[in-house]
T-cell receptor, first 115, second 115 residues
Framework: AQSVTQLGSHVSVSEGALVLLRCNYS??????LFWYVQYPNQGLQLLLK??????LVKGINGFEAEFKKSETSFHLTKPSAHMSDAAEYFC?????????????FGTGTQLKVEL | SAVISQKPSRDICQRGTSLTIQCQVD?????MFWYRQQPGQSLTLIAT?????????ESGFVIDKFPISRPNLTFSTLTVSNMSPEDSSIYLC????????????FGPGTRLTVT
């Protein structure tokens, strides 16, 4: 079985401040990990993915995430928040083998960016 | 990536009726998925639809309530049958691209309100 836990359902940062959204995973097989963003009234857009290559993954819009096996974490960061980053962010996991087609989502983190 | 469209984008329906949601992809894909996102919540997989075979439903979802068709490699439909207010959700389809098995791309979603 595989799952992800997102700490903090709501995160608020000032414009220009560091963004840190937390995600911890649980998987019995080597995981593939993803971050998706959902803007209001829109579908999900893939931000970045980890597929067992480099542990530091760079995505779109200046976001990056680091896979830390020892901490079972895949936190999402951005050095400087922009107003346009306000959205809901979902961490997701799928197994590399055995039922690996199923994508399991965390509960989401709503990011608010304030002036 | 893939361009995925869904119809309708939103609808308001009366309880007891049914709604069929269409998902169209601009390239041929083997696997298509249907998700439900209830208000303020994360995404839950309803079923996986492979062309040429019966859809595979997740625990808690049944074919009589959510019949799915997959007539070809670019199209699928999800029907929400005998609707109740609890079915008010966003319904999203997603695809795994051939040659890119690790990530899923999502359609814009169908926002359903049942009154």
């Amino acid at each position: 079985a595989q799952s992800v836990t997102q700490l903090g359902s709501h995160v608020s940062v000032s414009e220009g401040a560091l963004v840190l959204l937390r995600c911890n995973y649980s998987s019995s097989v080597p995981p593939y990990l993803f971050w998706y963003v959902q803007y209001p009234n829109q579908g999900l857009q893939l931000l970045l993915k980890y597929t067992s290559a480099a542990t530091l993954v760079k995505g779109i819009n200046g976001f990056e995430a680091e896979f830390k096996k020892s901490e079972t974490s895949f936190h999402l960061t951005k050095p400087s928040a922009h107003m346009s980053d306000a959205a809901e962010y979902f961490c997701a996991v799928r197994g590399a083998t055995g039922g690996g087609n199923k994508l399991t989502f965390g509960t989401g983190t709503q990011l608010k960016v304030e002036l | 990536s893939a361009v995925i469209s869904q119809k309708p984008s939103r609808d308001i329906c009366q309880r007891g009726t049914s709604l069929t949601i269409q998902c169209q992809v601009d390239s041929q894909v083997t696997m298509m998925f249907w998700y439900r996102q209830q208000p303020g919540q994360s995404l839950t997989l309803i079923a996986t639809a492979n062309q040429g075979s019966e859809a595979t439903y997740e625990s808690g979802f049944v074919i009589d309530k959510f019949p799915i068709s997959r007539p070809n490699l670019t199209f699928s439909t999800l029907t929400v049958s005998n609707m109740s207010p609890e079915d008010s959700s966003i319904y999203l389809c997603s695809v795994d691209l051939q040659g890119s098995p690790y990530e899923q791309y999502f359609g814009p979603g169908t926002r359903l309100t049942v009154t």
